[in-house]
């Protein structure tokens, strides 16, 4: 065996031992009996360790270094792979096992505590679960430092290279955007109803609809299926078998049906890494950032659009005929994007969406330095939405614990979400270009020429090339807030009509 | 730590991954796409070998001969799971790595097979992976042994001890007691009718029905849950995560009702497994044999009793009142009695299912030796269902494609299911002493006392004791077809009335 076969030999280990951890995780999100936490904890931790190790051991070391001195006779593609595991394998290297097996028994644990917080609307259950999530945390980026700023370590593992230092001027003209743009929205709010969303529809039919229309977008149900959880998420076990999970809420028509959407975006991502990388470090998205962009283009660009409710109106439509009789496609598509301060992320528009990662990314830069207390962080999140969005929620509930994300130690990844807006307004400029007619294929319901442009520019290159690599191959242009800007604000027009 | 810590920190390792391994089987059969099922083998084929290699890698070596050294220290129920493991270690040993991945492999691969063969009723989609399951089951038969008879090697992994020496004579007065009895039954067959079980039960009430009915025998729902699949399985998890699984049929009331009971039966055995023992390799049943009397104590010995139908009877007239309106408990009760050779072994009565078992058990032992081919599988066992039951079945899905045991390599696992039915009496007869009540709480609905019975008496020994010990410990004699066919005498001469 050559020392590229070697190699790939032992990602092949890693990434099985990756696969069955997430099915674990996925079956503790959907069918797992609520007495089998604990040994879920315990065979979740196992498999950490053990990943942790093949990934770090002495002949890791040894694989890793021979294949990249072996590594200039083999093509771009599998330097690359190489290089992929070099990074994972450098940074695994610097966090010792009892770490990662501590925050992986955490995190179980703490997921568990945070639906139970959830849904008793109380912080206080979750609170020692999210202060030992923080201080493993801190922990692990001082371990991983220095850097300039102590989050720079958890950003760089979502979006490698990013720092604080580029993501605050970002956000600050983001921001002030987002605010110009809302001082003209706000006088004309009379303008959209979106009363529609919050009739009674019935739960199964939202749910045929919703996995009716991701099959249309291109979701393949073959290598893929839907299920129900508290909070949807995608996961995959390999590019062949990729799990989506949605909520349905009977008086809000908008969680099921876009969360999929959403969820399917991420979905074909993963369903469009090619089967030569699918077993290496290199067979997954290429950041969050990139993996939001494809999920937040097929929920927003796509999904939102006026073109796309041409198409998908009918079908709607006939699915619940009484609650939309008074509606058509336009008056729907208004509707679905009145974008209007409120209190729960996922279900906020795409203009205000971004204050709430704002806000998001504040509070977790600062409990990483200490600046704010784990147990502030209540009432610190209920002054941020007021301040920043003039909301205030009336129990944690719909406030501080309406995420999943810090329950399984996902600090630092918030902001993908506004870079994969980002993002997706510039492969959107970049894909019109390529495909003239994108929009009329939307209104026509034909997605394979969009899809396939994903999986061309996007997909094929899994984790083979850095996003800031991506973005420039396919816009020519670096990381910018002026297309996604631009793409609302002309939306807003539309809709509001100024 | 000592040695026996050491020993029991590697096991929890291995259960771990067998936990995971489990998981995934369990996944492959209820929820995975079809799309997913070679990159799944490679998953548990990965999982297969990384077990094979921590049970029996240098360092497991050491750890064996460390704690057997150091045992005399040990209370016995410690010296117990020593000896479990040096046992598993050793037979683990004797079996190449390559040979395990390959039989994981096939395994994954022959149980689609299976499930397309028995859809398109066509046993040549089958055979090819049939035939190397016994290739890869006779070189493992060769690596175990030398044994007086190749299929002693197989059986000694589900029932310790056990010989084909011991078994022939034992089933040989088993088939002459079956027939016997058939002999009285048959001339009498017009007494009883099961005519009502072939009504037409709406699936989803039966599913919520058989349910109820295990929750109410003791099965726990809080680590415990029920699923549709092919064919009704159980696996676990630890004994905190226990899956049942079951299939509906709606002209046929008695598979999902008494094949969920049988299930549960195993299910709570799981459930049973003390938390001592539980990450250990002696947190499981005692033997395939032990565990098959725990389901089929459930699903015959109470739950096809006349006393059982006085308390569950109005419960099923409730869930299907018309089917059953002209019904009594003891017209029921002798209609799920009704003791008539059939097709389907997990569809025959208590008395003819043992013709089931010979037959494949022969069956078996003969592919084993070689003395049957593959190929001859379909021929053979329609000849040996009509010359041992009297029908023949019209097509394969009917016929040698029925059960799920051969795609999964277990070759040597369904002479268990009579040992179970043997055990199951003998225990019942124990019980009855100790518990003189038993056949009233049966009839109040009063479950928790015999549950009780089989916690203290069965599960709590997990795997510390072997088959026999517990039987003798138990009933104070070795196992025996007599009290079995007593029981099963005196219950076709209540139910045909001679």
Partial sequence: MSAYEQLLHRMQLITDLGAASAAL???????MPDGAVESRANQLATLSTLIHGFTTDDSAVALASEAQAASSVLDVRKQRVVATFVKDHDRARRLPAELVEEQARTAAMAQDAWKRSRQASDFSIFQPLLTKTVDLKRREAELLGPTAHPYDALLDMFEPGLTVDVLTPLFTRLREGTVDLLSEITPRQ??????????SFGKD???ATATSIITK???????????????????NFG???VRLTTRIREQDLRSCLFGLIHEAGHGMYEQGIPDDIARTFSGQGASMGIHESQSLFWENVVARSEEFWHWAFPILRDAFPDQLKDQTPRSFYQAINKMQPSLNRVESDELTYNLHIILRFEIERDLLTGDLAVADVPSVWNAKMKEALGVEPPNDADGCLQDV??????IGYFPSYTLGKLYAAMEWNAMQKDLPDASSHIANGNFAPILGWMRSNIHAAGRTELPREIIQRVTGRDLTEQDFLAYVGAKARNVYGF
């Fill in 217 to 235: 977008l291109g979701f393949d149900m073959t290598t893929g299926r839907v299920d129900l959880s508290a909070h949807p998420f995608c996961t």
């Fill in 239 to 241: 590019n062949k078998d």
């Fill in 205 to 207: 039919t939202q749910l």
């Fill in 405 to 410: 994300h810090w329950s399984f130690g996902g």
């Fill in 25 to 31: 995780g996925w079956d503790q999100e959907t069918y």
């Fill in 190 to 199: 009379n303008a959209v109803s979106d009363a529609v969303l919050y009739r």
